[in-house]
């Protein structure tokens, strides 16, 4: 069993950065991998990015490849979202995501292939 919870979203101006955290309770957290996903008004939630337990592989959706960073700390149990350059259409709720697998999924963009999801945290990008 895995909880899951983020933090260090809030209101950014366009072009400004964020970084937010997830932190994950588990003794087994280094095992899983790793997501971002974030949910829009009205939109259905989409992947951003992935990473594996070992670190060695990440996976970034098209719309914030060279804006978003994903990390992860095993000895700290938290994944990270380094977000620079926003755009108001970044706003969302953002959510960390974990899959009991030392693996990818076989699709890692799906929402049915994480287990465990945390609570959100709204960022908002103004114009």
């Known amino acids: 069993q895995v909880r899951l919870v983020e933090s260090g979203g809030g209101l950014v101006q366009a072009g400004g950065s964020l970084r937010l955290s997830c932190a994950a309770s588990?003794?087994?957290?280094?095992?899983?991998?790793m997501a971002w996903f974030r949910q829009a008004p009205g939109k259905e939630r989409e992947f951003v990015a992935a990473?594996?337990?070992?670190?060695?592989?990440?996976y970034y959706a098209d719309s914030v490849k060279g804006r978003f960073t994903i990390s992860r700390d095993n000895a700290a149990n938290t994944v990270y979202l380094q977000m620079i350059s926003l755009k108001p259409e970044d706003t969302a709720v953002y959510y960390c995501?974990?899959?009991?697998?030392?693996?990818?999924?076989?699709?890692?963009?799906?929402?049915?292939?994480?287990?465990?999801w945390g609570q959100g945290t709204q960022v908002t990008v103004s114009s």
């Open positions: 995501a974990a899959a009991p697998l030392g693996r990818a999924p076989t699709v890692v963009t799906g929402t049915t292939s994480y287990n465990y």
């Open positions: 990473i594996s337990w070992s670190r060695s592989s990440t």
């Open positions: 588990g003794r087994t957290f280094s095992m899983y991998f």
